[in-house]
């Protein structure tokens, strides 16, 4: 590992002018070493009075806001708006969440911003972006989460659909425009250009919160989510929940070897001795009577006993863990993915520390959040900042990573996801493959040489077959990886160690290149080389008990998600993008290590701080909202349509009650305020039930919205196409791939931009297709050299040219 050093982003300087939507962006930039000003009016910002309190605290505000300063600012006065502009001159990013057009009647507004500094990098995150129909709708995170798809493949089949745990969308959307910021200052570094970096919470919630036209997982057969059946899959069998004599254990069998511990397990049953119950489509055909016989094991045993005699016979299984668990558990404390903090003057608690770990250190919480007007001294006596570069090349949008050589090892979802994000922006993206250990996500039910699914996950890419099992091939990488800047991996921790091919050898080789892994639980901890699937990774922290149907009994709702490797591949993104920064500055490289188990406990940190404090708050809402209602998930018009309405304050209620024609409630005195709305749900639930029972989605969402009361519909991933916000925005293009006999939609960028042009759409490769190229290109071997190779099974290249036709 490499020593102890600065953080990546120390340096920067980031105005945050955020405030209940994604405050967790300008967070992580703080986390990664960013100097981030909040910066509040005098009293406080509103988000100081959100829920959860504890004694008078708002937990949200706390978890959001550590690691920065605090500063006061009168936007409503001549002088404060001064003093923005003053600080944005010397600023490389600022960050707002206002309404669209809100700072420009200020006379603050990005094209201001920029021309009193040309390199600032503004980033605008707002519900529906900065354009389109939808542009002055008012959002919610379970909004986003309706309209986003999230919804509409969450439940059990024949009931109603059921809204995932915690603020998953707009922490989501937090990450990836953090993403999108650092993108946009990448290019700012080589053209000396700032951009305006339009983030709509709506299209990165589609995008990341298991995506419609993105990678699937495992649970969808390599079926894209445009072709799964219409309602809620029944994905329960493929990891299923057993009852034991504690609580739930969950189990993914899927590869021969875990079936074969798990038959071991069992006493070797004769009925399953065939060896076609190898394959998992055999054991899917017979679970009932599979899962019959475990269920019968596990059933009078201990989580633990089944935990540990799972991990002892090669069987993945995890406990389902509750909140309190979690936060008491050894794993996640020894690590330091939690720890003990005073998040508030006097208050301490346990708290989830941050996304990720950077060159061997936490980057993660260091400080409190400021009291209001902490820093207003300190900063204002600081001398000016100056940023403001002279452009070095001629106008015109750009990818921010042209020229950038990555060695892609990534598999399955999150591993082709980060991968595929940098390939978008310009990079040369090798995706190194081998036929003795081929990546799952290539498998296709169809037969088809590559799946709709893997075309999204690795387009951009190029592919070079090595084997990495033989010593010639492992000398062959550590060339590619001289003239490479990044390696990307997600194995078990200690696999490249274990080849030689760590940090400490291949910084040896080449001292400026990026080793980014992910792994399930992280790569220290007792946890650590438990086997991981994203199923066991929700189980572990909790996630799976919360997702679900609270109406049935053991009615849990996460088996068709691939939450989180999304957003971990984004959290990566991001790490990734800082260590370029700083190796821009230092000329060093470094390491970024994410646990997809921290990326859910960072998304879900105020809850958790909340558990900490209250232990048993954090538990299943099912589809009612805490703080206030009507909040819920409302029948309509149709066949298994539904509509989100999420009233957030009085004023939205009483829009409500002019919509649906019931001025009897709105002149109801008990229901004036959000306590005597939450203490009469059933009746507010039986009012909004009534008129959304008789109106069609997409018109009860139309009305409501016009009243400015948030709603949104049940949308599936079919129907984005005709969604008028996400065909103004440009939201999905067309892409070509061969072996598809059709275009394929896809998704565009992660935001809009002025300055960064949108993704090139090339074609996913064949696995080795390009091999040669690699070969000749990178270590200049002539093609003797590479026929020898390939004959000798060092390198590999596709048998299935003739498919590209």
């Known amino acids: 590992m490499p020593a102890i050093r600065g953080l990546p982003l120390d340096g920067l300087r980031v105005i945050d002018l955020a405030d209940g939507k994604a405050e967790m962006c300008g967070r992580y930039l703080a986390d990664l070493g960013a100097d981030v000003i909040r910066v509040e009016p005098p009293g406080g910002a509103p988000t100081r009075r959100r829920e959860p309190l504890h004694d008078g605290v708002s937990l949200y505000f706390a978890t959001h806001n550590a690691n920065?300063?605090?500063?006061?600012?009168?936007?409503?006065?001549p002088a404060g708006r001064d003093g923005l502009l003053d600080l944005?001159?010397?600023?490389?990013?600022?960050?707002?969440?206002?309404?669209?057009?809100?700072?420009d009647r200020l006379g603050l507004g990005a094209d201001t911003l920029l021309a009193r500094n040309p390199a600032l990098v503004v980033v605008s995150i707002t519900d529906f972006g900065q354009t389109g129909p939808y542009r002055d709708w008012t959002g919610t995170d379970w909004t986003h989460m309706a309209l986003g798809g999230a919804l509409s493949r969450s439940g059990i089949p024949g009931r109603r659909p059921v809204m995932p745990p915690g603020p998953l969308a707009y922490e989501s959307a937090a990450v990836q425009a953090a993403w999108a910021g650092l993108l946009a200052y990448l290019n700012r570094l080589d053209t000396g250009r700032g951009d305006h970096v339009d983030c709509s919470v709506y299209e990165m919630t589609a995008q990341v919160l298991d995506p419609g036209f993105g990678i699937g997982g495992s649970a969808t057969g390599g079926v894209p989510a445009t072709e799964l059946p219409r309602g809620r899959p029944d994905a329960g069998k493929l990891y299923p929940i057993f009852p034991c004599a504690d609580g739930y254990v969950r189990i993914c069998v899927l590869a021969r070897r875990q079936w074969r511990g798990m038959f071991g397990w069992l006493g070797e049953p004769e009925e399953f001795a065939d060896p076609k119950y190898?394959?998992?489509?055999a054991r899917f055909g017979a679970a009932e009577r599979l899962h019959a016989l475990i269920g019968a094991l596990f059933r009078d045993q201990t989580k633990d006993e089944l935990v540990a005699r799972g991990q002892e016979r090669g069987v993945p299984i995890a406990a389902l863990l509750d909140p309190g668990e979690v936060?008491?558990?050894?794993?996640?404390?020894?690590?330091?993915?939690?720890?003990?903090?005073?998040?508030?003057?006097?208050?301490?608690?346990?708290?989830?520390?941050?996304?990720?770990?950077?060159?061997?250190?936490?980057?993660?919480?260091?400080?409190r959040a400021p009291e209001v007007g902490e820093h207003d001294d300190e900063v204002s006596a600081e001398p000016p900042r100056a940023t403001t570069t002279e452009p070095s090349?001629?106008?015109?949008?750009?990818?921010?990573?042209?020229?950038?050589?990555?060695?892609?090892l990534g598999v399955i979802v999150v591993g082709a996801e980060l991968g595929r994000l940098l390939a978008d922006q310009g990079a040369e993206v090798i995706k190194i493959e081998s036929r003795a250990y081929p990546d799952g996500s290539r498998q296709a039910l169809n037969g088809e040489a590559i799946s709709v699914s893997f075309a999204w996950g690795h387009r951009n890419k190029i592919s070079a077959g090595i084997n990495l099992r033989s010593p010639e091939g492992l000398e062959l990488f550590k060339r590619f990886a001289q003239e490479s800047d990044v390696i990307l991996s997600n194995f078990k921790p200690g696999t490249l160690e274990s080849l030689g091919l760590g940090y400490d050898v291949i910084s040896e080789l080449n001292p400026?290149?990026?080793?980014?892994?992910?792994?399930?639980?992280?790569?220290?901890?007792?946890?650590?080389?438990?086997?991981?699937?994203?199923?066991?990774?929700?189980?572990?922290?909790?996630?799976?008990?919360?997702?679900?149907?609270?109406?049935?009994?053991?009615?849990?709702?996460?088996?068709?998600?691939?939450?989180?490797?999304?957003?971990?591949?984004?959290?990566g993104a991001v790490a990734v993008a800082a260590a370029l920064i700083e190796r821009r500055r230092t000329g060093k490289g470094g390491t970024v290590s994410v646990s997809q188990a921290e990326t859910i406990l960072t998304q879900l940190s105020t809850s958790f701080l909340r558990e900490s404090l209250e232990p048993g708050s954090f538990t299943a809402h099912g589809n009612s909202g805490e703080w206030d209602a009507p909040q819920g998930v409302y029948p309509c018009a149709g066949d298994d349509e539904w509509c989100v309405?999420?009233?957030?304050?009085?004023?939205?209620?009483?829009?409500?009650?002019?919509?649906?024609?019931?001025?009897?409630?709105?002149?109801?005195?008990?229901?004036?305020?959000a306590a005597g709305r939450r203490a009469h749900r059933d009746l507010v639930d039986a009012a909004v039930t009534a008129w959304t029972a008789g109106t069609p989605p997409r018109e009860a969402?139309?009305?409501?919205?016009?009243?400015?009361?948030?709603?949104?519909?049940?949308?599936?991933?079919?129907?984005?196409?005709?969604?008028?916000?996400?065909?103004?925005?440009?939201?999905?293009?067309?892409?070509r791939q061969p072996n598809i006999g059709h275009a394929l939609r896809t998704e565009n960028a992660p935001a809009t931009f002025r300055e960064v042009a949108d993704p090139e759409l090339r074609p996913a490769p064949l696995a080795g297709e390009h091999t040669r190229l690699v070969a000749a290109k990178l270590l200049g071997l002539a093609e003797s050299e590479i026929q020898t190779l390939i004959e000798a099974g060092v390198l590999e290249e596709t048998t299935m040219q003739n498919e590209r036709n």
């Open 88 to 103: 944005a001159a010397g600023a490389d990013f600022l960050i707002e969440t206002e309404r669209p057009g809100t700072l």
């Open 512 to 571: 400026r290149i990026i080793m980014a892994d992910s792994s399930a639980l992280g790569s220290t901890g007792p946890w650590s080389r438990r086997m991981g699937y994203g199923p066991l990774v929700r189980a572990a922290t909790g996630v799976t008990g919360l997702w679900r149907d609270t109406g049935v009994e053991a009615g849990f709702c996460d088996a068709i998600t691939i939450y989180p490797d999304h957003i971990a591949a984004r959290v």
């Open 278 to 281: 190898d394959t998992l489509g």
């Open 701 to 735: 969402m139309e009305r409501l919205q016009a009243a400015g009361v948030p709603a949104g519909m049940m949308q599936r991933v079919t129907e984005y196409p005709g969604d008028p916000q996400l065909t103004a925005r440009g939201f999905l293009r067309e892409m």
């Open 393 to 408: 090349e001629p106008a015109g949008p750009r990818r921010p990573l042209d020229g950038l050589r990555v060695l892609d």
């Open 645 to 673: 309405v999420s009233v957030e304050d009085g004023e939205q209620w009483r829009g409500l009650c002019a919509v649906i024609g019931r001025a009897d409630l709105r002149a109801d005195t008990r229901l004036a305020d």
């Open 327 to 367: 936060l008491a558990g050894p794993h996640f404390l020894a690590r330091g993915g939690l720890l003990d903090a005073e998040v508030a003057p006097g208050l301490t608690g346990r708290v989830p520390s941050g996304y990720v770990e950077v060159n061997g250190v936490r980057a993660g919480f260091r400080h």
């Open 68 to 77: 920065k300063r605090g500063i006061t600012l009168d936007l409503s006065d």
